[in-house]
Structure formats: structure tokens, C-alpha cells
């Protein structure tokens, strides 16, 4: 350091008082116990730095962007802000920043994190990407809402696509993509040459093959990040429970009302959100069904529609795009609630006319007397609906 530097820290010590690392860590012991957070604690040094271990609680402004940043990470300026860096000179310098800028009570803590390791006082080391998965996700690193943390809980989490279908295969490869770590599929049915048109996971190629099995050959090509599950199963009230309680959110793109019931009974008792999504035709519509936030899909429709209402089970047309259009809405869901983001589409149902070009947004309220979410609900003792259309006979006759 030289004369200048050292000037400058004189007079800095005048304005910005330090702490020891022994009294940073004894403040922030005693706040932790009262659980309080009065104390804010900032990290100033490079990401490198960072990423080899940092004080827990601490958050990262690195110097360079004090000024961009340290107002959005600490909006009261009248709150305590310890500062830390390696040594305790760049946090000082740091420290007279924030003074300048209205920061009432700012402190530097002398001897930096080298001293407070070298104490042998507790760190974490963050987890980090490799190499590899910095480029593959840069531009999700590039938007704060996701971020290196971001990224890592997507990596750690985990979801549940009923049927590799026309919402579930464009779901599937976008989840697959963005590196949603685990992603499970459940469905029995093979592919067929009529579900190319929309199903794009699949191939010409892997026609017979089951859907399950050519989705996750697509999905480990796009990214080997990713683990697949596939289940050569429907889901029924014997595996339901099982296979959903490994995932933290369901897709759900099923054409079945039976499925559809008993998907909802039992996320309302495991507590997962179901991310609800229909097509037909030129239209779609999507909505969040998140156990006890909003309503259920049983709120909506108590029971199914007496048979002779039901669809019948011949395959119901719709344009080629449009499962796209809503699995892909489906599985923007699906991040927003992984990371905790934006707001989810809980009791409000989005739907989508693609002749008109319109997107239109409905209200949906819980239903206190809901036989599954109610204040006197029983989601365990509701009846099981069979699908007409998965029993032989039925089918035959639909194709016939
Ligand atoms: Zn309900």
C-alpha cells in the first residue's frame, strides 16, 4: 500500500467504524438466536472468492457493482451493514461508498474473511456449476431471477409429466433443457404415426417404441444433466402415492377425467402442485392447482359428467401447435415454481383461442364445501372413476 492508500484509510477509519471478526461473529450469533435481522451482512469481494467459502448469511455484492446494486440487496439505509472483504481494505473503501450514498450505520470488519477462516470460525462453501454447465446455462445466469443458485435448484429439483403426450412432449423437452435435474414420465401408451403431428419428442424413427422410452432417448441426447425416470405404467390409486411423492411439481397431460381425479386426490395429500393443462381444437387452457392456495380441481367439478356426457373416447382433433403452446405455458409454470418466482397461476385459469389470437384470463375460487379441499374434505375416501375409454372393448369399438 502506498502513502496515498494508506492516507486514504486513515481518514476512511475516521468515517467507517471496524469490527473485529470476533465481534462481527458474536452480533451475528446473538441475532440468529433472537431471529432477528437487523444486521445485514455483505460480502464485497470477486465471485472467485466468493465461491471458495463466505460467512453464512452473508450476500454478495461484489465492489465493482456496489453502487448498481447494494440499494436493491439493501433497501433500509438505516440498517446496520457489516461489510467484509478478504483483508478488511477493499470492504473499507466499500464502506465510505456506502456512506456517500446515504448508508447511516456502516461497518468494515478489520482483518477480512482470511482472518475470520484463519480463526477457524464458520464458513460455507457454496456450490457451484462446472465448466460445462456455466455455458450451458449462461443465459439463464444472466437473468437475476435464476442466477448460479437458481440454476443449481433447478438442477435439484424434480418433476412429474403424466403421459409423454402432446403437452407433455414439448413440457418434457423445454424441463429437459433448462436443466430441471430429475424429470419422471409416466405413461403406457407406444407412439404412433398420428402423434407426430404434435408430439415432438418423438421420431418417425421410434414409431412402436414406448412413449417413455423414445422421450427419454430424446431427453438424454438434448442434456445429460438430466436424470430420467419413466414409469411403463397409468397411474392408478395403488402407484399414485408412490410414484408422486419423489417429484415437487406434476405436469399434468392427461385427456382422461378419471386420471385427472385421482391425480388431484392424491397431490391435495401429499401437498404437490398439479399444473393443469387441456386442448381441443383451436383452443387450450391452463391453470395451477396448489393444495390448499387455491382451488382444486374437484372445486371446479365435483364429480364427472354422467356418461352420457362424457367424451367419447374416440381421439378428440386439435392443431398441431397448440399442445405446444400450452405444455410449453405448462412448464413456464413449472420454473416459476421451482424457483419461487413471478406468480404462478393459482385460481386463475388461462385460456387460449388460436383462431381468434387471444389469450383471456379467469377467475376460479376455492370451494368451501369441496369434497377434496374443503374445511370438511376427505381427498382419501373420494370415489375412483374408471376410464371407459382404457378398457378394451371401449377402445376397439372407438377405433373402430
Ligand atoms: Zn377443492
Not at 9 to 31: D, F, H, Y
Not at 139 to 151: D, F, K
Not at 283 to 291: A, N, R, S
Not at 333 to 357: H, N, Q, S, W
Request: glycine share 10%; hydrophobic share 40%.
Amino acid at each position: 500500500m502506498g502513502d496515498a492508500s494508506r492516507e486514504i484509510m486513515r481518514q476512511a477509519r475516521k468515517q467507517v467504524p471496524e469490527w473485529t471478526t470476533a465481534q462481527t461473529n458474536e452480533a451475528l450469533t446473538r441475532q440468529r438466536k433472537e431471529g432477528q435481522d437487523e444486521i445485514v451482512l455483505v460480502d464485497v469481494r470477486e465471485k472467485n472468492e466468493w465461491d471458495e467459502g463466505y460467512i453464512p448469511g452473508a450476500i454478495h455484492v461484489p465492489k465493482g457493482y456496489l453502487e448498481l446494486r447494494i440499494e436493491e440487496a439493501v433497501p433500509d439505509k438505516s440498517k446496520p451493514v457489516v461489510l467484509y472483504c478478504a483483508g478488511g481494505v477493499r470492504s473499507m473503501y466499500a464502506g465510505l461508498t456506502l456512506k456517500q450514498m446515504g448508508y447511516e450505520n456502516v461497518i468494515s470488519m478489520a482483518g477480512g474473511f482470511g482472518e475470520w477462516k484463519n480463526r477457524g470460525l464458520p464458513y460455507v462453501q457454496p456450490r457451484t456449476l462446472n465448466q460445462a454447465q456455466l455455458k450451458r446455462y449462461s443465459r439463464h445466469l444472466l437473468v437475476p431471477e435464476v442466477g448460479e443458485q437458481g440454476q443449481l435448484k433447478l438442477l435439484d429439483s424434480s418433476v412429474l409429466l403424466v403421459g409423454a403426450g402432446g403437452l407433455g412432449a414439448p413440457a418434457a423437452l423445454y424441463l429437459a433443457a433448462a436443466g430441471v435435474g430429475t424429470i419422471g414420465i409416466i405413461d403406457l401408451d407406444v407412439v404412433e404415426e398420428s402423434n407426430l403431428q404434435r408430439q415432438v419428442i418423438h421420431t418417425t424413427q421410434r414409431v412402436g417404441e414406448y412413449k417413455a422410452e423414445s422421450a427419454r432417448q430424446a431427453i438424454e441426447a438434448l442434456n445429460p444433466d438430466v436424470k430420467v425416470v419413466t414409469y411403463l405404467d397409468r397411474l392408478d390409486e395403488t402407484n399414485v402415492g408412490r410414484i408422486i411423492a419423489d417429484y415437487d411439481v406434476i405436469i399434468d397431460g392427461t385427456d382422461n377425467f378419471p386420471t385427472r381425479y385421482l391425480l388431484n386426490d392424491a397431490a391435495l395429500l401429499a401437498n404437490k402442485p398439479v399444473i393443469h393443462g387441456s386442448v381441443f381444437r383451436f383452443e387450450g387452457q391452463l391453470t395451477v392447482f396448489k393444495p390448499y392456495e387455491g382451488p382444486c380441481y374437484r372445486c371446479l367439478y365435483p364429480e364427472p359428467p354422467p356418461p352420457e356426457l362424457a367424451p367419447n373416447c374416440a381421439e378428440a382433433g386439435v392443431l398441431g401447435v397448440l399442445p405446444g403452446v400450452i405444455g410449453l405455458l405448462q412448464s413456464v409454470e413449472a420454473l416459476k415454481l421451482l424457483l419461487g418466482i413471478g406468480e404462478p397461476l393459482v385460481g386463475r385459469m388461462m385460456t387460449y383461442d388460436a383462431l381468434a389470437g387471444e389469450f383471456s384470463e379467469l377467475s376460479l375460487y376455492r370451494d368451501p364445501n369441496c369434497p377434496a379441499c374443503g374445511e370438511h374434505g376427505h381427498p382419501e375416501d373420494l370415489p375412483i372413476y374408471a376410464d371407459v375409454c382404457a378398457m378394451p372393448a371401449a377402445r376397439i369399438a372407438a377405433h373402430a
